[in-house]
């Protein structure tokens, strides 16, 4: 069964990158039938797609956010991570990984979320 | 880009009928396919339903999924409604550049 886990620091300051990786297991990320997502759900509020990367390092990012994310694939280690820029409060929220059917482009499995804090 | 338009919260009593809308914006919602997703509090979302009207092995078959091209609008019904059903109900859809989730609707079985 495919599990994802995201990893990476809780706490970040303003203005640094946020870096996240999501460890996948139970399956290759090599397949041309999925992405792999990230998304984000500030405390108490709804979802917001972040971006999503093909196995071939195709990238799509969320027209609002794109200036400042970069999502990339590292197939040997099953992994694939978020760094995103320039980061203030507003950036605070619980990131989600996720595998992402290529066809009807829907989300599962996702991992268990990783809260991400930006204060000084 | 669009938007997906969701009531901000619904309450329906054990063993009724409730029916979530989502509305798009703008482009036709059969261009592209809907999923609903349930998310439990302290919980990662799960789908409940995708490509617009099917459900994931699992999942009851009193979760059902349509979408109506005159409202331009997808509905999620849950039928026989159980306490276990209370969550937020989150719709999702996409174009040829963006991803986009509706804002969530609280559920709440009385």
């Known amino acids: 069964q495919l599990q994802l886990q995201e990893s990476g620091p809780g706490l970040v300051k303003p203005s640094e990158t946020l870096s996240l990786t999501c460890t996948v297991s139970g399956g290759s990320i090599s397949s041309s039938s999925y992405y792999w997502g990230w998304i984000r759900q500030p405390p108490g509020k709804g979802l917001e797609w972040i971006g999503s990367i093909y196995y071939s390092g195709s990238t799509y990012y969320n027209p609002s956010l794109k200036s400042r994310v970069t999502i990339s694939l590292d197939t040997s280690k099953i992994q694939f991570s978020l760094k995103l820029s320039s980061v203030t409060a507003a950036d605070t929220a619980v990131y989600y990984c996720a595998r992402v059917r290529y066809l009807g482009h829907w989300f599962d499995p996702w991992g268990q979320g990783t809260l991400v804090t930006v204060s000084s | 880009n669009f938007m997906l338009t969701q009531p901000h919260s619904v309450s329906e009593s054990p063993r009724k009928t409730v029916t979530i809308s989502c509305t798009r914006s703008?482009?036709?919602?059969?261009?592209?396919?809907v999923q609903w997703y349930q998310q439990r509090p302290g919980s990662s979302p799960t789908t409940v339903i995708y490509e617009d009207n099917q459900r994931p092995s699992g999942v009851p078959d009193r979760f059902s999924g349509s979408i109506d091209s005159s409202s331009n609008s997808a509905s999620l019904t849950i039928s026989g409604l159980k306490t276990e059903d209370e969550a937020d109900y989150y719709c999702?859809?996409?174009?040829?550049?963006?991803?986009?989730f509706g804002g969530g609707t609280k559920l709440t079985v009385l």
């Open positions: 703008s482009g036709s919602i059969a261009s592209n396919y």
């Open positions: 999702q859809s996409y174009d040829s550049s963006n991803v986009v």
